[in-house]
């Protein structure tokens, strides 16, 4: 492609040209005067004009080259030209899942990336995705479906989204203890996976890099995130739900609302807040759901220290001390703080005890004879059915607590005993109790994915008989994927690498769901995700739960009123369809609001938190000295 800059050439040159040209077509040549008036024109006068001609002159020659009727190029050859070279502005507001069919189509088969492979950890990232996910779900269905707080069983509580397991889809704070959980494991993979292989002068650099950066991965787009929101309270976009819930404040004036955002915001970021037995946990005014972030930082420098005093010593020490600090802040209360301790633990577990089958070998001058050969695999198979049925039955348990109602948990039949198992500081208040459970069941549910058996069976490949289907976020951008991340790959390997390792085609069984092409795109947009969805749900989900609400309350009133008149009958019919139409308006809602979520999530991630992830590791290297 050519553009026609008419300032890549001195007027001198200018006139030359348009001398030849004119001798050409017939006409007199300009003259020297006239060069000197464009001159003066160019020099002194007219300096817009001369900028319009020049844009002008360069869309015509773009238009001249692509778009003329002559040429070799069809005009499909012209539209998919001038798609490609517009491509990046027109989708730069469009989501992956539009973009990638796009791209797909509009590439030449030798040059489309080629599916990344999945490291041994990428299930972390789809659980943390389906965890960001859940959360979203949580948030917004009990705007709509206040009673599903309740469990299964309680009092006259029998619906079919409150069962245990199935509460497990919404249970948003259970997907909390998930984040604490994972983020402990993959901050201190890697280091540990060095200090296991006596890397210790690479220890000290990758600990304090890791600290440097993290409080910059975490805030840089919290900082844009609820700028963006302030904006939007100033113009009236954020929406107050039925319930009341405090929305943010709008200010009189734009810049009394920004200076009231950055003193809020500041205030978040301050690590040396106190938090006192952890009933003080506030988020910002713009997006309460950002009382995970402090607890983040703080958990992460947690994780850090613990690495740091215990680098040099024996593993043993470091486990027992680990775990002694864990068992000491779950008894002072500090649920949150322990998980990240916990994710500790079950990184080394997963060094020291990686999710490989026991091989029994045989020296190499001996040949193993036929009942050998038939025991070890009968043995083999026995060892594989134990473990599927283990981390089977933990996979549900772990589901079973994470569905631990959110009110009165211990008079709900299926958590009544276990409410006395808990620590005294958990039993003064119900949702203590569900947070100690909650957590109880996050660990047991990740163990049972690492740990679970690989299989080479796959239900997509017999369902789809060979078939390549292409999902809207098939191959969504690598760029999305984090220096973490990256570096998590990196240090997973050496545990992955060992001998006789588990087959290309073989993946553990509990962590498909997780490795999905889907469960992989929420993963890369999960923290997007978590930074958008209450705003998404104020501004989009509640001006469709408003009027439903409105309607829903007029009928109850109204049905209220013909009962009290003896004609139950038409009371209840007029209830029932009052209940029909708010589920209608609830799919319709939570449609529209899930896909609003989805894009707005995904035009974030890629053009705040990817190039936040890429300035906080650009400071990185321009911070760090190096010798």
């Not at 473990?387 to 996979?395: D, K, N, P, V, Y």
């Not at 009962?563 to 939570?590: D, H, I, Q, R």
Request: net charge positive; hydrophobic share 45%.
């Amino acid at each position: 492609m050519r553009f026609t800059n008419p300032f890549s050439h001195s007027p001198r040159d200018t006139y030359e040209r348009h001398s030849l040209i004119a001798e050409q077509d017939g006409r007199a040549s300009p003259s020297t005067e006239s060069l000197d008036e464009i001159i003066d024109i160019e020099k002194h006068e007219y300096p817009f004009l001369i900028s319009v001609r020049s844009a002008r002159n360069s869309v015509s020659s773009f238009l001249n080259e692509h778009l003329h009727l002559g040429g070799d190029l069809t005009w499909k050859d012209r539209f998919l030209t001038l798609a490609l070279l517009l491509k990046p502005l027109v989708f730069l507001f469009l989501p992956a899942f539009f973009v990638s069919p796009f791209n797909y189509f509009t590439t030449n088969p030798s040059q489309r990336p080629k599916p990344r492979k999945l490291g041994s950890t990428a299930y972390l990232d789809g659980l943390r995705g389906v965890a960001a996910f859940v959360v979203y779900i949580f948030h917004f269905s009990y705007l709509w479906f206040p009673d599903l707080r309740w469990g299964y069983g309680f009092a006259d509580h029998q619906m079919f989204w409150q069962m245990p397991i199935i509460r497990a889809l919404h249970s948003g704070r259970a997907s909390v203890t998930v984040f604490f959980v994972i983020s402990g494991f993959v901050l201190t993979l890697k280091t540990l996976t060095m200090i296991h292989q006596r890397k210790m002068d690479q220890v000290l650099s990758a600990l304090a890099g890791s600290a440097f950066r993290r409080p910059f991965r975490l805030y840089l787009p919290i900082f844009a995130s609820t700028f963006i929101i302030a904006l939007l309270v100033y113009g009236g976009e954020y929406v107050r739900d039925p319930s009341g819930a405090p929305v943010p404040p709008r200010g009189p004036t734009l810049d009394q609302q920004l200076q009231h955002w950055f003193w809020t915001t500041v205030d978040l970021m301050n690590p040396f807040r106190p938090i006192v037995n952890r009933e003080n946990m506030k988020g910002s005014e713009y997006d309460g759901h950002l009382w995970t972030i402090p607890v983040e930082f703080k958990g992460s420098l947690l994780v850090f220290f613990l690495l740091l005093i215990f680098a040099r010593a024996k593993r043993w020490i470091h486990m027992v001390g680990v775990t002694g600090t864990t068992l000491w802040l779950v008894h002072i209360g500090d649920w949150d703080q322990a998980l990240f301790c916990v994710g500790l633990l079950l990184a080394e577990l997963s060094i020291v005890l990686p999710n490989t089958t026991p091989v029994t070998e045989t020296p190499g001058h001996e040949l193993p004879s036929y009942r050998l050969r038939v025991a070890r695999k009968i043995g083999s198979k026995s060892v594989r059915v134990i473990r599927h049925a283990g981390t089977i039955a933990l996979f549900f348990i772990g589901l079973h607590l994470f569905s631990y109602p959110e009110y009165y948990g211990a008079s709900t039949p299926g958590f009544i005993t276990i409410s006395e198992w808990v620590p005294d500081y958990y039993k003064a208040m119900g949702d203590r109790t569900q947070l100690f459970w909650n957590s109880i069941g996050a660990i047991v549910f990740i163990f049972a994915l690492m740990y679970s058996p690989p299989v080479s069976f796959s239900l997509k490949a017999l369902l789809l008989r060979g078939r390549d289907i292409r999902l809207p976020w098939h191959q969504t951008t690598p760029d999305l994927d984090d220096a973490e991340k990256e570096e998590l790959a990196a240090a997973a390997s050496p545990s992955s690498s060992l001998e006789n390792p588990v087959p290309a085609r073989a993946e553990p069984f509990l962590q498909r769901p997780f490795t999905t092409t889907f469960a992989q795109y929420l993963g890369q947009i999960s923290y997007s995700l978590y930074l958008w969805h209450g705003a998404i749900n104020h501004m989009v989900g509640v001006r469709w739960l408003s009027p439903a609400h409105a309607a829903l309350q007029l009928a109850g009133d109204e049905s209220k009123v013909l009962a009290a008149g003896g004609n139950a009958a038409a009371a209840g019919e007029m209830v029932n369809k009052a209940w029909g139409a708010y589920e209608l308006a609830f799919f319709w809602g939570s449609l529209v609001n899930t896909l609003a979520l989805f894009w707005a999530s995904d035009v974030f991630n890629r053009i705040v938190d990817v190039n936040a992830v890429k300035f906080t590791r650009w400071i990185g290297e321009k911070a760090w000295r190096k010798d």
